[in-house]
């Protein structure tokens, strides 16, 4: 890949929640090993840890976040609000960067952090947008409206059931999301280019009907985690005693159970969870997010005899180190909420999925997983005995092994564009390219 000039600089927005922040990162140290020096613009919520990148100068702007507001978890609040709040800081700071710097090469913002490409707009800056999650999502939110019966007739986003997750999306039409719906959309459309952590192979159909609604290029430039050097992003400590567990279990045993970093169960949930993991009789890695069980600090709802049933057969632990995990020999599947990081890094170690979406695009993932690429299946409900039956299908019938040679195709696949004529390097040198010129 080539190397740009040290002197382009580039300034990069965050969303301030683990899923967003990682990509971004991991965006930001590739750019940084092509020549570009770099300025990463955060809220004060979660910030990142400056030490973990020393390579990049870190700024704080204030999120005037409420207490009530965060304790909320209501996701669809807090990017509004993010998007008021921080708008005027942001265009403070990037005036002064530009009293100091020649040029600012381009301004590049996690799309839920959408005003900053009215502020680059304003300034004469090149915007350009990094989406987090599957380029679907693309017609999904924004566009949604637009897309009728006619136009879902591929066979691809008939699989998808665009439909049903319409109706899941606008089930709760807060005014909030209207909001961010509309201004995403203008961002979107004004924006220079798209770039998102996704492979070209994963959504073709849908790509290509994405890119007849905008205008901008939109450039895959995934799975940025095989792309970039291995950074320090966790907001939580990862415990690494899982490893050593793991690797007293035998090939392709474990399941390994991840609800991401915002989901969360009720204390019935927990109970129904552990006693199908137990039941099942697979070897378990369990995350278990301090907060994640509602009402309780930890573990403290698990069911008496739950530790003595399963013994030295399951692991628990606050937060693992998931692409580590899920490239373990002994990880054989993964039961996950479906977030996109989780999803692209699951299909690059070819382990097949268990899926149990909880909001917003993990549906569309879901749909992906289990009905376009078929390689995981859908956990209809978190009772005991249908999530044993569900391990059971995936981890030890026929069924199973049908999924998990899919899922190593697309491993295949996805290794693929990472060679040097791959699409993913293309992709990053495109890109490069791109913010050369426009910022010529
Ligand atoms: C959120 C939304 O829930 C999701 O739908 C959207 O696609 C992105 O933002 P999140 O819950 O954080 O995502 O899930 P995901 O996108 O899967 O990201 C989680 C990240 O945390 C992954 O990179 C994963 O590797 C990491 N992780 C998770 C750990 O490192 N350790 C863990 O124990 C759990």
């Known amino acids: 890949m080539e190397k740009q000039q040290k002197s382009s600089h580039l300034v990069l927005v965050m969303l301030p929640f683990q899923g967003h922040m990682t990509p971004m990162l991991q965006l930001a140290s590739i750019l940084h090993s092509k020549g570009?020096?770099?300025?990463?613009?955060?809220?004060?919520?979660?910030?990142?840890?400056?030490?973990?990148?020393?390579?990049?100068?870190?700024?704080?702007?204030?999120?005037?976040?409420?207490?009530?507001?965060?304790?909320?978890?209501?996701?669809?609040?807090?990017?509004?609000?993010?998007?008021?709040?921080?708008?005027?800081?942001?265009?403070?700071?990037?005036?002064?960067?530009?009293?100091?710097?020649?040029?600012?090469?381009?301004?590049?913002?996690?799309?839920?952090?959408?005003?900053?490409?009215?502020?680059?707009?304003?300034?004469?800056?090149?915007?350009?947008?990094?989406?987090?999650?599957?380029?679907?999502?693309?017609?999904?939110?924004?566009?949604?409206?637009?897309?009728?019966?006619?136009?879902?007739?591929?066979?691809?986003?008939?699989?998808?059931?665009?439909?049903?997750?319409?109706?899941?999306?606008?089930?709760?039409?807060?005014?909030?999301?209207?909001?961010?719906?509309?201004?995403?959309?203008?961002?979107?459309?004004?924006?220079?280019?798209?770039?998102?952590?996704?492979?070209?192979?994963?959504?073709?159909?849908?790509?290509?009907?994405?890119?007849?609604?905008?205008?901008?290029?939109?450039?895959?430039?995934?799975?940025?985690?095989?792309?970039?050097?291995?950074?320090?992003?966790?907001?939580?400590t990862e415990e690494d005693k899982c490893i050593s567990w793991l690797n007293k279990q035998a090939p392709k045993s474990v399941i390994y159970v991840s609800l991401g970093s915002m989901a969360s169960i009720d204390r019935q949930e927990v109970i129904e969870i552990a006693w199908g993991l137990s039941n099942s009789k697979q070897p378990f890695l369990w995350v278990v997010r301090p907060g994640m069980v509602r009402g309780s600090e930890w573990i403290e709802s698990l069911p008496n005899g739950f530790e003595e049933s399963v013994g030295e057969r399951g692991c628990i632990v606050k937060w693992a180190p998931q692409t580590e995990v899920l490239a373990h020999a002994a990880v054989g599947g993964f039961w996950s909420h479906c977030g996109w990081n989780s999803t692209i890094e699951s299909i690059c170690e070819g382990v097949p999925m268990l899926c149990k979406p909880f909001f917003g695009d993990q549906h569309l993932n879901t749909s992906y997983i289990c009905n376009v690429w078929k390689i995981g299946l859908e956990l209809q409900n978190l009772e005991r005995g249908n999530i044993e039956r569900t391990i059971k299908r995936l981890m030890v019938d026929m069924e199973g092994n049908d999924i998990r040679k899919r899922a190593m195709d697309l491993k295949e696949k996805a290794a693929f564009c990472l060679v040097e004529e791959g699409s993913t390097s293309c992709s990053f040198n495109g890109l490069t390219k791109h913010i050369s010129s426009a910022s010529e």
Request: charged residues 15%.
């Open 36 to 236: 570009f020096s770099i300025t990463i613009v955060h809220p004060e919520l979660n910030s990142p840890n400056p030490s973990n990148h020393p390579e990049f100068t870190f700024v704080s702007i204030p999120d005037k976040l409420t207490e009530s507001q965060l304790s909320d978890k209501n996701v669809t609040g807090l990017v509004w609000s993010l998007n008021k709040t921080c708008a005027v800081p942001l265009r403070q700071c990037l005036e002064k960067i530009l009293h100091s710097h020649h040029h600012i090469a381009a301004l590049i913002y996690d799309t839920q952090m959408y005003c900053a490409q009215t502020i680059a707009d304003d300034l004469g800056l090149p915007g350009i947008t990094l989406r987090t999650s599957a380029a679907t999502t693309l017609l999904l939110y924004p566009v949604f409206s637009q897309l009728d019966e006619e136009e879902i007739k591929s066979p691809e986003l008939q699989a998808l059931h665009l439909q049903r997750l319409r109706a899941l999306l606008s089930q709760n039409p807060a005014k909030e999301m209207m909001e961010i719906r509309v201004e995403l959309t203008n961002a979107l459309k004004s924006s220079l280019a798209i770039i998102v952590n996704s492979m070209e192979f994963l959504e073709l159909e849908a790509l290509s009907k994405v890119k007849q609604y905008f205008p901008a290029p939109i450039i895959t430039i995934g799975p940025l985690h095989k792309v970039a050097p291995a950074i320090c992003s966790s907001l939580f």
